[in-house]
């Protein structure tokens, strides 16, 4: 199956700072998902974002399909952006199924 | 829009018991639902595909007549863990399939916390 590896797998912050987390994966995707999995387990879509770039606020991603890899910016971060952000992607076998990343932690700290 | 439910949020059960999850898709109609197991510092793990009408399909390494899925209708799917054992304690997660064309995006329940004792 496909593969996805995320970097860094660690991340402490200090509030205010920017960052980017980077996904990627070994073959081409149908889609690609961005989460942030908050401190009581919930996954929170960030981004769909097969290709492109797309922008919410604070926060933005780069998927750049042709070289495999995706990246999520955090800029002026907060607090409450502590947490697991995944990178789930979908293969091109067109069974909807996402292979998830083992996730970046970060820590954002006042 | 796109909220998905579970139910139970937690359960606490003794051992040899079965435990069902519900999972439904609030504000939209889901053929195609998934269920997760996450480990406490690991990503999600697929544990299953399920099909509204027709049958789950699973992934390798996940017992069918252990993890019981049925996807009755287009907003509701459900997971029997059964005969529960301590290892099956985990965070179960399931998601909706949002999808249309090549558009598919998946949301994802709050989870359901198990406990076997």
């Known amino acids: 199956g496909i593969q996805v590896e995320q970097s860094p797998p660690d991340l402490i912050l200090q509030e205010g700072a920017n960052s980017t987390l980077r996904c990627n994966f070994s073959?081409?995707?149908?889609?690609l998902q961005w989460f942030h999995q908050n401190p009581w387990g919930q996954l929170i879509n960030l981004f769909y974002i097969p290709s492109g770039t797309k922008q919410n606020g604070r926060l933005s991603a780069t998927t750049v399909a042709t070289e495999r890899y995706s990246l999520l910016y955090i800029s002026s971060s907060q607090t409450t952006d502590s947490g697991v952000y995944f990178c789930?992607?979908?293969?091109?076998?067109?069974?909807?199924?996402?292979?998830f990343g083992a996730g970046t932690t970060v820590t954002v700290r006042a | 829009g796109a909220v998905v439910s579970q139910h139970p949020s937690r359960v606490i059960c003794k051992s040899g018991t079965s435990v069902k999850i519900e999972c439904r898709s609030l504000?939209?109609?889901?053929?195609?639902m998934f269920w997760y197991r996450q480990f406490p510092k690991q990503s999600l793990m697929l544990m299953a595909t399920s099909n509204e009408g027709s049958k789950a399909t699973y992934e390798q390494g996940v017992e069918k007549d252990k993890f019981l899925i049925n996807h009755a209708s287009l907003t509701l799917s459900t997971l029997t863990v059964t005969s529960a054992h301590p290892e099956d304690s985990s965070f179960y997660i399931c998601s909706a399939s949002f999808s249309g064309g090549s558009y598919n995006e998946q949301f994802f329940g709050p989870g359901t916390r198990l406990t076997v004792l």
């Open positions: 789930a992607v979908e293969g091109n076998s067109n069974d909807y199924k996402l292979s």
């Open positions: 504000d939209f109609q889901a053929t195609t």
């Open positions: 073959d081409s995707v149908n889609n």
